[in-house]
């Protein structure tokens, strides 16, 4: 089993900056492809970016593409979210996600552990 735990979240005016990470522990984090998920209140939980176990391939949601960049470091066993030129549309719970699947996607069924989210809120 791998735990995620979440950090970096907090309250940005709009067009600020925040990087949230995650720091990932119980697996080989270089065998896992990583996501990064928001839910927003009373809405779904959306996809926002993913990376590939080597960091060699990366997806973007359109609407962060541009303004939000993941990264990992396997030798820290953790993802990067940074997120700049932030929107008070970008306000939600952030979640990273860990996925044993050897092809990286945007679906959050194929993710199989979560964190617990950091709030991320953006004032206009």
């Known amino acids: 089993q791998v735990q995620l735990v979440e950090s970096g979240g907090g309250l940005v005016q709009a067009g600020g900056s925040l990087r949230l990470s995650c720091a990932a522990s119980g697996r080989t984090f270089s065998n896992l492809n990583m996501g990064w998920f928001r839910q927003a209140p009373g809405k779904q939980r959306e996809f926002v970016a993913a990376?590939?176990?080597?960091?060699?391939?990366?997806r973007s949601a359109d609407s962060v593409k541009g303004r939000f960049t993941i990264s990992r470091d396997n030798a820290k066993n953790t993802v990067y979210l940074q997120m700049n030129s932030l929107k008070p549309e970008d306000t939600a719970v952030y979640y990273c996600?860990?996925?044993?699947?050897?092809?990286?996607?945007?679906?959050?069924?194929?993710?199989?552990?979560w964190g617990q989210g950091t709030q991320v809120t953006v004032s206009s």
């Open positions: 990376i590939s176990r080597s960091g060699g391939s990366t």
């Open positions: 996600a860990a996925d044993l699947f050897p092809v990286l996607t945007t679906n959050p069924s194929s993710y199989d552990t």
